[in-house]
């Protein structure tokens, strides 16, 4: 297959991976709608053992789930889901915080969150709904690596992955409650929070940074931000 030319397995199954995965996280495949691996297959122009792998890293980040006997489709969460999801979060990023800044935060990694915020402020100038979902993710990624806590980092990146499926799913509803640029001021206030080094600073603005702002009313009352 044409694609399959000149790439090794682990590069075919990134590019499944990074392809369903953009897809998912853009709206271009809904919540609950089947992924087959034949379609997948053709569109891409690879075998179905990449595509196959790729839907497997796909259910450990969340983002597909795997049905006995009725194959493979994106995740659909409940509002239940979504208030331990984002629950957890604000628990996991308090959390990192507190151990960050033990110490002066450390400059590399302080580089890698401003750099984070840097890109949400270019995304908020774009009609990019995916870019300014990565941006978000990448900069919350980056605000719990501060830590230097690698067993931390793996069960948060799952979590944020979740949270940003829903979020793909409610960016027009969001673009409508308040501007890109209102969500770039918010992570800038927190980064700037962060390169102060005062625990309790931080701890302040993540309170105000807030995490719902995704939730529909009917689903979460009264919790926003994001």
């Given at each position: 297959?044409?694609?399959?030319?000149?790439?090794?397995?682990?590069?075919?199954?990134?590019?499944?991976?990074?392809?369903?995965?953009?897809?998912?996280?853009?709206?271009?495949?809904?919540?609950?709608?089947?992924?087959?691996?034949?379609?997948?297959?053709?569109?891409?122009?690879?075998?179905?053992?990449?595509?196959?792998?790729?839907?497997?890293?796909?259910?450990?980040?969340?983002?597909?789930?795997?049905?006995?006997?009725?194959?493979?489709?994106?995740a659909e969460l409940?509002?239940?889901?979504?208030?331990?999801?984002?629950?957890?979060?604000?628990?996991?990023?308090?959390?990192?915080?507190?151990?960050?800044?033990?110490?002066?935060?450390?400059?590399?990694?302080?580089?890698?969150?401003?750099?984070?915020?840097?890109?949400?402020?270019?995304?908020?100038?774009?009609?990019?709904?995916?870019?300014?979902?990565?941006?978000?993710?990448?900069?919350?990624?980056?605000?719990?690596?501060?830590?230097?806590?690698?067993?931390?980092?793996?069960?948060?990146?799952?979590?944020?992955?979740?949270?940003?499926?829903?979020?793909?799913?409610?960016m027009r509803r969001?673009?409508?409650?308040?501007?890109?640029?209102?969500?770039?001021?918010?992570h800038r206030h927190?980064?700037?929070?962060?390169?102060?080094?005062?625990?309790?600073?931080?701890?302040?603005?993540?309170?105000?940074?807030?995490?719902?702002?995704?939730?529909?009313?009917?689903?979460?009352?009264?919790?926003?931000?994001?």
């Amino acid at each position: 297959m044409t694609a399959e030319l000149g790439l090794g397995a682990q590069s075919l199954v990134e590019l499944a991976l990074e392809r369903i995965r953009g897809d998912i996280l853009r709206g271009a495949i809904a919540p609950g709608e089947r992924l087959v691996e034949e379609q997948l297959t053709r569109r891409f122009g690879i075998s179905r053992a990449p595509v196959r792998e790729a839907l497997r890293l796909l259910g450990q980040q969340g983002l597909v789930e795997h049905l006995p006997r009725r194959g493979v489709r994106v995740a659909e969460l409940s509002a239940t889901d979504m208030a331990e999801l984002f629950g957890l979060r604000d628990a996991l990023e308090r959390y990192a915080v507190e151990t960050a800044l033990a110490a002066p935060p450390d400059p590399e990694r302080l580089a890698v969150l401003e750099r984070a915020t840097e890109r949400i402020e270019r995304a908020a100038t774009q009609d990019a709904s995916l870019d300014r979902a990565d941006a978000h993710r990448e900069f919350h990624v980056a605000l719990v690596a501060l830590a230097g806590h690698r067993h931390l980092l793996r069960v948060y990146e799952p979590v944020i992955m979740q949270l940003q499926l829903y979020m793909a799913a409610n960016m027009r509803r969001e673009a409508e409650q308040r501007s890109p640029a209102e969500g770039a001021h918010r992570h800038r206030h927190l980064f700037e929070a962060v390169a102060s080094g005062d625990a309790a600073t931080v701890l302040a603005a993540l309170a105000g940074h807030g995490a719902q702002t995704y939730l529909a009313p009917e689903l979460s009352p009264g919790l926003d931000g994001a």
